[in-house]
């Protein structure tokens, strides 16, 4: 059964960058399929963020693709995120999750627990 | 971007009867070469991660129990749960992964009356 993790900080300054890692346990990364990053504001609904194969091809939301890089590491079978130059308004709960598909995106069968990013001074 | 809007925004059900959750995308997400609608549902309980309930619009996810049923193709989709548990308390979300970026609806709150 796999098993997503994310980890980083939890406060971050307005104007600095968001880094977040996502560790996958049970399934290699390798194998295929896309991984993504999705977040949620307190109390509202789900944003998708941007996903990237094992290769390393990458999809982002047009709304963040200015400030969004999402990389993966086979060798330590996890992915990252970057997103630059936050704003109050990227306070959320940043979720990593599994999108079972080789070649489009797809739904996300497996996520992580979360982890709530504050971007505050 | 495809828009995904649900209805209502909250529904109280008393145990044991039916909770239908609408909802509705701004174009279709049926794709014709593989006859599939690209709709998903999620299951979200107080601080846990979303929960994967329904894929392909009707297919239940292993593991769901069977009261749980997808509907619907084109624009406008239905999630039923044909006899509500006190464990089905949750939000509960669509989304369409049809095209990029995938968009979810705006979350349906289910609770016991």
């Known amino acids: 059964q796999v098993q997503l993790q994310e980890s980083g900080p939890g406060l971050v300054k307005p104007s600095e960058t968001l880094s977040l890692t996502c560790v996958v346990a049970g399934y290699s990364i390798s194998s295929g399929y896309y991984w993504g990053w999705i977040r949620q504001p307190p109390g509202k609904g789900l944003e998708w963020i941007g996903s990237i194969y094992h290769s390393g091809s990458t999809y982002y939301s047009p709304s963040l693709k200015s400030r969004v890089t999402i990389s993966v590491d086979t060798s330590k079978n996890q992915f990252s995120l970057r997103l630059s130059s936050v704003t109050a308004a990227d306070t959320a709960v940043y979720y990593c999750a599994r999108d079972p598909s080789y070649a489009v995106t797809y739904y996300f069968d497996s996520w992580g627990q979360g982890t709530l990013v504050t971007v505050s001074s | 971007d495809i828009v995904m809007t649900q209805s209502p925004d909250s529904l109280t059900v008393s145990l044991g009867e039916r909770a239908t959750i609408n909802c509705k995308s701004s174009q279709s997400v049926f794709y014709s070469p593989t006859n599939r609608n690209h709709l998903a549902w999620y299951q979200q309980k107080p601080g846990q991660p979303p929960k994967l309930i329904i894929y392909?619009?009707?297919t239940r996810e292993f593991g769901v129990p069977d009261r749980f049923s997808g509907s619907g193709s084109g624009t406008d989709f239905t999630l039923t749960i044909s006899s509500l548990q006190a464990e089905d308390v949750a939000v509960y979300f669509c989304?369409?992964?049809?095209?990029?970026?995938?968009?979810f609806g705006q979350g349906t709150r289910v609770e016991i009356k």
């Open positions: 989304q369409q992964y049809y095209s990029a970026p995938q968009t």
């Open positions: 392909w619009a009707s």
